[in-house]
């Protein structure tokens, strides 16, 4: 079956750790994205990639890093920077980067992040 | 700049009463309105969209959404709820004619159904 894989499913981090959110899709996209959801606040843009080895920042992008070498997978780092990195990450992508052609956004199951 | 409203955090309806969750947007052109649910611990999921054309659109699960230019709002409603229908709801807008796809979400609206 095609879609959108996250993993872990939950992730606990260290004080000064960085840690790293997988996202892999096998729908053949060419946008992904990495949205961040805090209670009350629904979803906050991190990091999008149009196309691969290029990303742009997204609303919140301080304390986090991605890369995009392969069009299927999009890993967003957590770094030591991020102050406040508890929160659940969501991961999605959509088939063309025109949201023009873009019917709508296909998204993982999450991954939730807790500092221990 | 861009935004959107979702003005109710938490609605509780009986099971088989009628929905409907508010959503106002701020946007300079014509938008990309959607609404979007989410199951705890879950991704979004796709209700229904808005690009142009008929303004009353239908959705999945029998949700439909009205999108109201002269108000900024496209409220999301459900004739009869059932209890399955209980998620977070979200409404976001997207810009149309950008080179990018970038949606702006609301704080979503928390819905609760009651036996």
């Known amino acids: 079956d095609g879609g959108i894989t996250q993993s872990p499913k939950y992730l606990f981090r260290k004080e000064g750790q960085n840690v790293t959110l997988s996202c892999e899709q096998n729908?053949?996209?060419?946008?992904m994205y990495w949205y961040r959801q805090d209670p009350g606040q629904g979803l906050r843009l991190i990091y999008y990639?149009?196309?691969?080895?290029?990303?742009q920042k997204g609303d919140i992008a301080e304390g986090y890093s991605v890369s995009r070498e392969k069009k299927e997978s999009f890993p967003l780092t957590v770094t030591s920077a991020q102050k406040n990195p508890t929160a659940f990450y969501l991961c999605?992508?959509?088939?063309?980067?025109?949201?023009?052609?873009?019917?709508?956004?296909?998204f993982g199951s999450g991954t939730q992040l807790s500092v221990l | 700049a861009q935004s959107v409203t979702q003005p109710d955090i938490h609605i509780t309806v009986s099971e088989g009463a009628s929905l409907e969750l508010r959503c106002n947007y701020s946007?300079?052109?014509?938008?990309?309105l959607f609404w979007y649910v989410q199951s705890p611990g879950q991704g979004l999921q796709l209700l229904l969209k808005?690009?142009?054309?008929?303004?009353l659109v239908q959705g999945i699960k029998g949700f439909e959404a009205e999108f109201k230019r002269s108000q900024s709002s496209f409220n999301l409603r459900k004739p009869s709820v059932h209890w399955s229908d209980a998620a977070e709801y979200f409404c976001?807008?997207?810009?149309?004619?950008?080179?990018?796809?970038?949606?702006?979400f609301g704080t979503g609206t928390l819905l609760a159904v009651q036996p």
């Open positions: 999605a992508s959509s088939p063309s980067k025109n949201v023009r052609l873009n019917e709508k956004l296909f």
């Open positions: 976001a807008v997207g810009a149309q004619g950008g080179a990018t796809n970038k949606l702006i």
């Open positions: 729908l053949n996209h060419d946008a």
């Open positions: 946007y300079g052109a014509t938008p990309y």
């Open positions: 808005y690009f142009s054309g008929d303004t």
């Open positions: 990639s149009q196309i691969v080895n290029d990303f």
